[in-house]
């Protein structure tokens, strides 16, 4: 039993020495930030302790790995790096960083394919692809005021870090397109069986009940709103500039 207390021991201590390497490939800008991938691993926990109530095969261990880094380097210039996609820069920190804490180059693949399933257009099959893919935009989803706080914190960190200025009627349709196009995907991402009598999952509904709330929203209110973030966010930044670094569009 000891042994097998400090072989747990030293599990822990890899996994949070691995979250705090983690940690530094993220920047404190409004929405792509280390409290964005805390949220994702929230929610995927909460969704594989349901597939093991329930016997869905999954691998807990390839899922963390994929969140921890599915964002690493977001701020930073990909191109400037060889890369074409944010995700193909994140999926070469996170092979870098577990090739040193030595593992496999099959787990390493698996955590790298998870990762890439995040991306817009990305492909998914496993469950550990899928649950990745849900985690990352499982803000769409949850109580309504956590995805406001998100959507407003994406409109700020894109105008700043992509020079893209949106009109709040511009806005709101680009998050409908965004929402409809990952709602049509419901079925394809769907891992454990929480339909309603319609087919459609609860993950699907809350993204429809929160698109449908924002787009009913007064623009004059959502200004003011954007203008109270920004406020806030810079004052606890002590009017710092966080956004040192543009990725290339």
Known sequence: MEKE??????????????????????????????????DTLKYAEGIMKECEKTGIAINKEVVRKALLFHDAGYHENKRAKGFDTKEEYSVSINEDE????????????????????TQKDGKFSTNEQKLARMSDISNMAGEYEKFLDCNLRLK???????NKKFSWTEWKKATKDTMEFYMSQDEAMAIINDRDEKGKTSFCNG?????????????????????????????????????TQKPAT
């Open 5 to 38: 207390f400090e072989f747990k021991d030293s599990m822990l201590e890899k996994e949070v020495s691995l979250e705090k390497t983690a940690s530094k490939y993220y920047a404190n800008i409004p929405f792509h930030n280390f409290d964005h991938v805390k």
């Open 98 to 117: 577990l090739k040193k804490e030595g593992y496999s180059p099959e787990f390493i693949k698996d955590v790298n394919m998870a990762i890439m399933a």
């Open 156 to 162: 700020n960190e894109i105008k700043y870090m992509s």
């Open 207 to 243: 993204i429809k009940q929160n698109m449908g709330r924002f787009l009913s929203e007064n623009e004059d209110v959502l200004q003011k709103a954007q203008e109270e973030f920004e406020k806030n966010f810079y004052s606890e930044n002590n009017g710092s500039q966080v956004f």
